[in-house]
């Protein structure tokens, strides 16, 4: 692949560089260094593995600059006591984990986040993720992982903010200022690593770990975009990826670590590899051995390796053999001291033991996550306002193999997580209901991986306990029984939380094991029947859409996900979230999203299938509400803009029901023509807003032209280019206001 070609009109700011005193405290030590010691704070060692046998005395010798897997305060004091005390140069250790949705409080997973729309909300969830990591001595969270993902097959879907680069975009510089703060040496603060760069997400058949083939049309313009974001809010570290783009390996693609991070984007943090991914350019038939791994990644620009040890077996070596400048190594090395040192580490590098027991699980925490989950639940379906549930309803159902299992509340990527003081459904509803409702609980069905998750023996999912036919007959006829002897039955179904993230592709959309089963049994009681997903994909629910009166997507809710959830369904909190994914009627669709192109037959684009629709189930940008509303009115505040000003789109927004909810206005546009056809829409604008019963309000939302430009496959530059533009608002992608703009270049402008 090409370099990246110069841009035309930049549209972010270069990244904050270090400071002064940084990076002078930082050669100053360097001066110090041997070849040895360098390559040493190159290295991370997982204590997890086999590489954390021994790994005191690699410490006590320079050998090692980073930690992965440590979360016991006392146990990181022990381990960084050798770095700062026993090493030659008293380097300190930065210490690694997957803080992706909390730590030991769980918030709900990134892609319930991003259906909140709310970038202060995602922001605060993070920050307060990074309070508890940063309590325990975790200083630096591999998150945000802002891979744009247009598969729902694909099991890390989950951890991203959807299909949309400007929406991702905001959401991954909301998450980077959530870890960092405004002071990386506050005891609130941890390290951002944004990963997998780049176009992991865009995995063949949406199958983990394979191959991306994308466009440089599709590259520069959906799937980079997000990490530059993250990158020029001032993330510190970025991962690389595990799988080849375009034939060339992530973890040894100069294109994409030297030239477009550092020479185009400006990037001055460290590069870390993912998990074993230097040595695997081997089994990638990139490299021929380990030694050529380590020198190509190197050379690449990865600065850190994780857990594999061709850095440290081989790159001294190979810088004597002038395989590696000792430029490479410096530079690598410097940017991890500066890491280092922007963490205040060499100042104070242990724990406060005392305090970590009153961050961990903070009331302040746990409210947070609480009202979390109730801002990111997405209402799809609500016939006949079935749902809020009265709290005097005299016997309700709740069924489902999840609704008692607190891992499955928290969802994948919960590795820290405080299991034992989850909130389930069946607690939250326990709680809430008065004693004069009679709950009626239990399974109905079990489900279960075909194949075993890679995390099972760290954060395993239920087994099924059911061995026999006739129990789980049995059981399934009890559910049916209960459902039965309801008022209401509330059916809780999705899939277990170890068949999301990594290595948890999926070859179909369906609801594992016996659920649809079951959910058609619960119906045909002809009983009013509440059907909650909880997932961290899209799912096949194309009979529930049809049958189901009231579904509501509460995705994996965490740490407090029970109570959230309680809230939800007796109206103490009222759905507001957004699809920031489309939701097929089949898998057959996928991919399938709302930026398409408009090609040869726009008209009509539900009828590409002569067996079927190829419009989604839901689209982009859905979510319903307990509230109503109308948006009228839209007008701009001018039909000319020059290009790299702004101009103002404005609706009328009434809340036309009885009760006080929130709406999110989107504004989407659509270049009529230029040097490239454009999609048929693109999101470029949004605001939640929360109106009372019958509140009216004028909103606006500022268009930046800048957010207009685009990387062109005619000119190979990313511009605005002048011309005719759509712009619909609304609170989907199917909005239907609309008005014209035009833009003008700069020198069209001084001409008139």
């Not at 360098?38 to 410490?59: F, R």
């Not at 209402?379 to 005299?394: A, G």
């Amino acid at each position: 692949m090409p370099s990246l070609p110069a841009q035309g009109l930049s549209t972010q700011k270069a990244p904050p560089a270090p400071p002064a005193a940084a990076i002078a405290f930082a050669n100053k030590l360097l001066a110090k260094m041997t070849l040895e010691e360098k390559v040493g704070q190159m290295s991370q060692v997982a204590m997890n593995s086999d590489g954390g046998t021994g790994v005191e005395q690699q410490i006590a010798e320079g050998k090692v600059g980073s930690l992965l897997f440590v979360t016991d305060p006392v146990e990181l004091n022990r381990l960084q006591k050798i770095a700062v005390e026993q090493s030659r140069l008293h380097i300190p250790l930065i210490v690694g984990f997957d803080v992706i949705h909390g730590f030991r409080t769980i918030f709900p997973v990134p892609l319930a986040m991003a259906s909140s729309w709310n970038p202060a909300l995602i922001e605060r969830a993070q920050s307060l993720a990074a309070r508890e990591a940063r309590a325990v001595g975790v200083d630096w969270a591999f998150a945000p992982m802002v891979d744009i993902a247009r598969d729902p097959r694909w099991g890390r879907i989950m951890e991203g903010a959807g299909e949309d680069p400007f929406l991702g975009s905001k959401i991954a510089a909301a998450q980077v200022r959530g870890f960092q703060g405004t002071d990386l040496a506050s005891n609130d603060s941890i390290i951002a690593c944004v990963k997998h760069f780049g176009g992991y997400g865009a995995a063949v058949g949406g199958r983990d770990y394979d191959s991306s083939d994308i466009s440089d049309n599709q590259l520069y313009n959906v799937y980079l975009p997000a990490y530059h974001a993250a990158v020029d809010a001032g993330a510190g570290s970025v991962m690389s990826a595990y799988m080849d783009l375009n034939s060339v390996p992530a973890t040894g693609n100069k294109f994409l670590l030297t030239d477009t991070l550092r020479t185009q984007w400006k990037f001055p943090g460290f590069v870390v590899s993912d998990w074993d991914s230097i040595k695997s350019l081997t089994t990638h038939g990139f490299s021929s051995d380990d030694e050529d791994a380590a020198v190509r990644a190197v050379n690449a620009g990865v600065d850190m390796e994780m857990t594999s040890h061709t850095y440290r077996d081989h790159l001294a070596q190979a810088v004597r053999e002038h395989k590696v400048s000792l430029t490479t190594i410096d530079n690598a090395t410097r940017r991890i001291l500066i890491a280092k040192y922007d963490l205040g580490l060499f100042k104070n590098p242990y724990v406060d033991v005392d305090r970590s027991r009153t961050v961990i699980g903070s009331p302040e925490i746990r409210t947070e996550a609480r009202h979390t989950a109730t801002q990111t639940a997405i209402l799809l379906k609500n016939d006949n306002n079935l749902l809020p549930l009265k709290k005097d309803v005299r016997t309700l159902a709740l069924i489902g193999p999840m609704i008692d299992s607190k891992p499955d509340t928290l969802g994948s990527w919960s590795l820290a997580g405080d299991v034992k003081s989850t909130v389930t459904l069946l607690d939250g509803l326990q709680h809430a209901l008065p004693s004069t409702t009679k709950l009626l609980s239990t399974k109905g069905v079990e489900i279960e991986r075909v194949q075993p998750s890679i995390f099972d023996s760290q954060f395993p999912s239920p087994k099924p306990q059911l061995t026999t036919e006739a129990e789980r007959k049995k059981e399934f006829d009890h559910a049916i029984d209960l459902v039965r002897s309801s008022d209401v039955a509330v059916l809780a179904l999705g899939e277990a939380q170890n068949m999301n993230g990594e290595r948890a592709s999926r070859s179909t959309l369906v609801l594992p094991g016996e659920q649809e089963k079951l959910l058609e049994a619960a119906v045909a009681t002809g009983k009013p029947i509440v059907l909650l997903l909880m997932t961290g994909r899209p799912l096949n629910i194309t009979w529930a859409s049809q049958h189901v009166p009231a579904i509501l997507n509460i995705w994996y809710p965490g740490s407090e996900g029970g109570n959230a959830v309680a809230d939800l369904l007796f109206g103490e909190a009222n759905p507001g979230g957004k699809l920031t994914v489309s939701w097929p009627v089949d898998v057959g669709q996928v991919p399938i999203f709302y930026a398409r192109q408009l090609t040869q037959i726009p008209d009509h684009p539900e009828t590409r299938y002569w067996d079927g629709t190829s419009a989604p189930l839901y689209p982009f940008g859905f979510g319903l509400s307990y509230s109503t509303f109308s948006i009228t009115g839209l007008t701009l505040d001018k039909p000319d803009v020059v290009a790299g000003a702004s101009l103002t789109a404005s609706v009328d927004v009434e809340n036309t029901s009885d009760r006080e909810g929130s709406d999110i206005i989107q504004l989407y546009t659509h270049q009529r023509a230029g040097s490239a056809s454009r999609p048929v829409r693109e999101l470029k604008g949004f605001q939640r807003i929360v109106l009372k019963a019958h509140e009216h309000r004028r909103v606006q939302i500022l268009l930046d032209t800048k957010d207009l430009a685009f990387w062109s496959p005619q000119t190979k530059t990313q511009a605005i280019e002048p011309g005719s533009f759509d712009l619909w608002m609304g609170d989907s992608s199917e909005a239907t206001l609309h008005q014209q703009f035009r833009v003008s270049s700069n020198t069209h402008a001084a001409n008139r």
